[in-house]
């Protein structure tokens, strides 16, 4: 017979439990805030790919509006061209020919949706363990509490 008693077990239950839960919930705000940084880029991705397809299509010289800083615009003339430079990120900018440019963002667009439709299904699934795991918690502590009241009623 097991040395330990019923009190014992169904404390150490729950404490599994919990830490399990706290985990489930610590992977879902990771995903949580991946999802978000996801979110940011598909529209920054798909803006940039249609200025990119523009300047394609309209190879001639355009004047546009570009930030400089969070309130400071300026105007530039851009001339023709068959290259452009884009940010990829942790300060590196490199210079793709448009064709390139096309490619590289398409890519990075399909990539991006990829990765926010997965993260959506391993969201759902994290809420089902969730809530699996916040039933299962909820049982055993009803059953050790109708199991210590049937014990001090007798």
């Known amino acids: 017979m097991s040395s330990t008693t019923p009190e014992k077990n169904a404390a150490a239950v729950l404490k599994d439990f919990d830490e399990q839960l706290q ?3 610590y992977m879902e705000l990771n995903l949580l805030q991946r999802k978000k940084r996801l ?10 790919l249609e200025i990119v397809k523009h300047m394609l299509k309209k190879n001639e010289e355009f004047q546009t509006h570009y ?6 615009h300026a105007l530039a003339t851009v001339p023709p061209t068959d290259k452009v430079f884009l940010w990829l990120g942790a300060n590196v900018m490199l ?4 064709d390139e440019a096309i490619a590289l963002l398409t890519k990075n667009l399909n990539t991006a949706t990829v990765n926010a439709d997965q993260l959506e299904d391993d969201l ?3 809420s089902n363990q969730i809530t699996t795991m916040e039933v299962n918690m909820a049982r055993v502590y009803n059953w050790d509490f109708k199991r210590r009241k049937a014990a001090a009623d007798k």
Do not use: C, F, N
Not at 95 to 98: A, D, F, G, L
């Open 67 to 72: 930030m400089l800083s969070d309130q400071v």
């Open 23 to 25: 985990k489930y919930k």
């Open 39 to 48: 979110r940011a880029q598909v529209p920054d991705i798909e803006k940039t």
């Open 124 to 126: 759902g699934y994290l």
């Open 95 to 98: 210079e793709y020919t448009i």
